[in-house]
């Protein structure tokens, strides 16, 4: 397989490029972003494009279930505690202690949380009942969720 724009040779394994439906004859466009390469035909077909579309939703499906599993369900933990405090949900803060009637809040040393997620994917996750609470402790304390 060659890349057009660069004209690069990346061997890839036979079975892989079977199962994409890439023949030796196709070039290939690779598109990078933010965690992830993907390599599709650089010449496509209505019906080319409707499958590489619906293999990347499926994709983005699988990944957001695991997503959704690492964060549990919401029991409101996180709304409850930031809205009686009137703190909004994406100040970085950390350790709400309820004390005698008191809530003390720490600005939090993490330098990404929950905020920090696209809106699209917060708002889908919190649709299907994800624990945003546990979301951002997952981010804040960089834990691998996905693999071994």
């Not at 466009?29 to 933010?34: D, K, P, R, S």
């Not at 949900?89 to 005698?100: N, R, T």
């Amino acid at each position: 397989m060659k890349s057009k724009k660069n004209s690069h040779t990346v061997i890839l394994p036979d079975y892989a490029c079977e199962k994409a439906g890439f023949t030796a004859e196709d070039t290939l466009e690779l598109y990078i972003t933010n965690g992830i390469l993907v390599l599709f035909k650089d010449n496509m077909t209505a019906m080319d494009m409707a499958n590489t579309i619906d293999s990347l939703s499926i994709l983005a499906s699988d990944l957001i279930v695991e997503l959704t599993a690492a964060c549990g369900i919401c029991d409101n933990c996180f709304g409850d505690e930031s809205e009686e405090a009137d703190i909004p949900l994406c100040d970085k803060l950390v350790d709400f202690s309820d004390e005698i009637g008191e809530i003390t809040v720490k600005e939090a040393e993490a330098k990404q949380g929950v905020c920090d997620v696209p809106e699209g994917i917060l708002t889908v996750l919190a649709a299907s009942g994800a624990c945003l609470a546990k979301l951002d402790d997952l981010i804040v304390s960089n834990s691998i969720i996905y693999g071994n």
